[in-house]
């Protein structure tokens, strides 16, 4: 049995800070290992990886990362419900990860630039493979039959810092 907590706050240059924290059994998950020179990469959400969707609030738009312990990462904006838009990030986000028996904690820093503008609705959630290969979902909300970590109804958290990012 695992249990997955998060929490976001803002840092006062404007950028967003999450810790996404996994315990149990980690050593029945397969956790990617740390890459000595991590970058944008693709495809994460195939395996364990924590992500946040982060939508101006009444708005179709969002943006999208993905998060992975090897310290590997991708950012994604979407017009509406799985559109993608063209969009380049301007930063990247900084992650470090702790990794012990029965914990997996992974802390990322989203640079202001990477952000939509607030206030926001967030989606938190995470993939997570096992050493089988088992994949599970785990989010705020799962609001169809099937996981869909896009579907706006899942972006259950409202956000509305005091700070005027620039």
């Not at 998060?6 to 840092?11: Q, S, T, Y």
Request: hydrophobic share 40%.
């Amino acid at each position: 049995m695992s249990t997955l907590s998060a929490g976001l706050a803002f840092d006062p240059d404007g950028s967003l800070h999450l810790r996404y924290r996994l315990e149990g059994e980690i050593g029945a998950l397969r956790i990617p290992a740390p890459r000595p020179d991590p970058g944008a990469t693709d495809g994460l959400w195939q395996h364990s990886c924590f992500e946040l969707f982060l939508a101006e609030q009444d708005s179709p738009a969002y943006r999208e990362f993905n998060l992975a312990p090897s310290g590997e990462w991708a950012a994604y904006a979407f017009s509406t419900y799985r559109q993608r838009a063209a969009w380049q990030p301007a930063a990247a986000p900084e992650i470090s990860v702790r990794q012990s028996t029965d914990l997996l904690e992974l802390d990322a820093r989203l640079p202001a630039s990477l952000l939509p503008a607030c206030p926001w609705q967030i989606g938190l959630s995470a993939v997570i493979e096992t050493t089988a290969g088992a994949l599970s979902y785990w989010a705020l909300a799962h609001p169809g039959e099937r996981p869909d970590f896009h579907q706006s109804s899942a972006f259950t958290l409202r956000f509305a810092p005091d700070i005027q990012k620039s």
